[in-house]
């Protein structure tokens, strides 16, 4: 069921994305570790009070608080999802839709081998995507502001959010692997990650939609909890259900679809 011609096909093909994307998270978690201040906490938190602002990027006064509510709140959720948007597409529907996947039918390659391969590589990549973004955050934060990083608090934060963009990215390729072509797979593969990144930011702005918590993916992954030190797990845990639940159909709905070749 795994290809390696194949796995290495692809991730020669999509280098560049990981690259860029992995980069971008890079120099954010550099550039806040050596912001970082209780002085710029401070000055933050008088700019925006009183405005929308206030309940986004402010933070409890430490390092990994200040990166709660704001890195682990824009940057981690919205750079990473337009990744596995992208990545997910071009992985199964793009290539129908181009017309390409027939030639890699056309070989000894069975679909099996192209879903289980494509969903193993969009996984792969995003572990590497955050275990480099982890090292370089711990080594930037060791550097910029020597004990001012709680590791632990820290490590788990990104657990966590690996964890939310695993589950974005297996709605991203169920969504691929259920359609044909790129405009229907992007409609919902993109559509609903994006929704629930909205939903998340309009209950940030007014507790009379908090109601609204129950529609999102995005509340799994609540910082709160992580830097509180409890009560995510079973958060973890579900999103690792509808992780695999949602890669699993994208295979088993391939391998038996009608294809346009």
Request: hydrophobic letters at 55%.
């Amino acid at each position: 069921m795994f290809s390696f011609p194949y796995f290495k096909q692809i991730a020669i093909s999509n280098a560049k994305f990981l690259i860029a994307f992995t980069l971008v998270l890079c120099i954010f978690l550099v550039i806040m570790t050596n912001v970082f201040t209780p002085a710029t906490v401070d000055q933050l938190q008088s700019a925006t009070e009183g405005t929308i602002a206030a309940n986004i990027l402010t933070g409890n006064g430490t390092l990994i608080g200040f990166m709660a509510n704001s890195f682990y709140a824009l940057m981690a959720i919205i750079f990473p999802m337009a990744y596995s948007i992208m990545l997910g597409n071009r992985l199964i529907a793009e290539r129908v839709d181009k017309g390409s996947m027939a030639g890699f039918l056309s070989t000894p390659t069975t679909r099996s081998q192209i879903t289980v391969t494509s969903a193993l590589y969009l996984v792969l990549s995003l572990i590497v995507m955050w275990g480099l973004a982890t090292a370089v955050g711990i080594l930037s934060a060791n550097h910029f502001q020597p004990e001012a990083l709680d590791i632990n608090t820290f490590l788990m934060m990104n657990l966590g959010v690996f964890l939310y963009h695993w589950a974005i990215s297996s709605i991203c390729f169920c969504s691929s692997c259920i359609f044909n072509t790129s405009k229907n797979s992007l409609t919902f593969g993109a559509g609903i990650p994006l929704l629930f990144f909205v939903i998340s930011l309009l209950i940030k702005i007014s507790e009379d939609l908090e109601f609204l918590k129950y529609f999102t993916l995005n509340t799994l992954f609540d910082t709160e909890k992580i830097l509180e030190g409890s009560g995510y797990l079973q958060d973890f845990v579900s999103m690792i259900i509808i992780s695999i639940a949602l890669y699993l159909m994208g295979i088993l709905w391939f391998q038996r679809k009608d294809l346009p070749l």
